[in-house]
């Protein structure tokens, strides 16, 4: 799958990343969050996200 330059990713258990380079594949992503009043990064979530 080809990288999408525009969405840098580590996160090397998702089915969308690039593998070798760490970008995504998609050509957008959904970004959203578990919390009820985000207040950190930790608070945010990749949606788009799909175990490999
Ligand atoms: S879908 Fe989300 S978690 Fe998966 S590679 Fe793309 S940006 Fe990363």
């Avoid at 970004?31 to 490999?52: A, I, R, W, Y």
Wanted: hydrophobic content about 20%; charged content about 25%; aromatic content about 6%.
């Amino acid at each position: 799958m080809k990288k999408n330059p525009s969405i840098k990713c580590s996160v090397q258990q998702c089915q969308y990343h690039a593998c070798s380079e760490n970008y995504c594949t998609l050509d957008s992503i959904q970004v959203g969050t578990h919390e009820l009043n985000p207040t950190k990064v930790e608070c945010t979530d990749c949606k788009s996200f799909e175990l490999k």
